[in-house]
């Protein structure tokens, strides 16, 4: 068994998440402050990635980055953390996509140098990055849906972005999203009643 540092915060959903204060290399390719809880009042996801330069990684931030004007639709920001310095972030920004690098991406990139963050937000790894951790905060800061994949395993951006389709739905509504559930489809209302109409027309194919 992979032994990882346990912080006792590894589920942090219906938590606030815990704030934090860094420096950031922001979309503009500035280097700033960035203050999680600033950003209340919109939908956030927070998303931590081992290390710069390396090879799995890049793949997910620019998937991030190529779905940035879906996110921003639906009124959310996206905030990428790992434990590199500003200035490490910067060279992977300048360095092309098709040298290895990222290129120029639309959402701020926090340094944890001191690798606080990961570590309040329970997803260190026993060697010191971070694990592939994807978290949805709702407008009041709280986390509604997390994801924590192992090194090795990159992530779902899209689905990222239908946990984002789904949470807005059920606050807009009231109706709770079955498995597989993407917008425009039934949803369910949340009684006994709801779940045998809904599993009427729908168990076959879910």
């Not at 203050?35 to 991030?64: H, M, Q």
């Not at 924590?148 to 990222?160: K, M, Q, S, T, Y």
Request: aromatic fraction near 8%; charged fraction near 20%; hydrophobic fraction near 45%.
């Amino acid at each position: 068994m992979t032994d990882c540092c346990n912080t006792g915060l590894n589920v942090l959903v219906t938590r606030e998440a815990p704030d934090f204060t860094a420096q950031a290399v922001m979309a503009d390719g500035s280097i700033g402050e960035l203050t999680l809880s600033a950003l209340r009042g919109k939908y956030v996801v927070v998303f931590f990635w081992p290390l710069d330069n390396t090879f799995v990684c890049p793949t997910e931030i620019i998937a991030f980055h190529n779905r940035l004007e879906k996110f921003k639709e639906r009124g959310c920001d996206v905030v990428g953390v790992s434990i590199d310095s500003v200035f490490s972030h910067i060279a992977w920004r300048n360095t092309a996509v098709e040298d290895g690098g990222i290129g120029p991406v639309g959402f701020p990139m926090v340094s944890d140098l001191k690798q606080e963050i990961c570590a309040a937000w329970g997803i260190q790894h026993a060697n010191g990055p971070a694990l592939r951790g994807t978290f949805l905060l709702d407008k009041d800061g709280v986390v509604r849906h997390q994801v924590v994949n192992d090194l090795p395993l990159g992530r779902n951006v899209d689905e990222a972005l239908r946990m984002v389709d789904a949470l807005a739905f059920f606050e807009a509504n009231g109706e709770v999203c079955p498995a597989g559930w993407t917008q425009g489809e039934d949803a369910m209302t949340p009684n006994a009643e709801g779940v045998a109409d809904y599993l009427a027309t729908k168990a076959g194919s879910l």
